[in-house]
């Protein structure tokens, strides 16, 4: 049985699990009303659409 020969140092092991934990970004899409970037299938936080209809007001 494959035993190490060496302990390996806690920076080489850090080093190895580093990526594992990293955020990613969010996604985001244009908004087709009005251009603004917006989370996907979500409503447009600066006009108020979503799938092409009025769901918030906006004062203008």
Known sequence: MAVPKRKQS???QNK???NVWKMSAPTLVKCPKCGE???PHKVCG???YYKG???VK???
């Open 10 to 12: 806690s920076a080489r």
């Open 46 to 48: 600066n006009c108020g």
């Open 58 to 60: 906006k004062e203008a």
């Open 53 to 55: 209809r009025e769901v």
């Open 16 to 18: 190895r699990r580093s």
């Open 37 to 39: 970037w917006t989370v």
